[in-house]
């Protein structure tokens, strides 16, 4: 799941999770913001994750492979189009 990949956070962004037909939208983002924020909220390292290690070790073992896990970001800087200015 990606959050806060944008300039200025973009989270619950495209492609994240939709409200359903009975649901604010407003309320699931400040939920999904909650959660995302709250103390309790568990950052774990994958590396550390058994199945990761036997998926590194036994399936992505070539460079080929691994490329299909891994990639890299470039920043963006925000352009002043009619388009975005804050008026």
Not at 61 to 69: A, D, S, V
Not at 76 to 86: F, L, R, S, Y
Request: charged content about 20%.
């Amino acid at each position: 799941m990606e959050l806060l990949a944008c300039p200025g956070g973009c989270i619950n962004g495209g492609a994240q999770i939709k409200p359903t037909a009975e649901e604010n939208p407003r309320d699931l983002l400040r939920r999904v913001n909650d959660s995302y924020n709250s103390p309790e909220l568990q950052v774990l390292n994958p590396f550390n994750n058994q199945l990761v290690i036997d998926l590194y070790q036994n399936y992505f073992n070539t460079k080929e492979r691994l490329n299909m896990l891994h990639t890299t970001y470039t920043e963006m800087k925000k352009q002043a189009t009619k388009i975005n200015i804050d008026w």
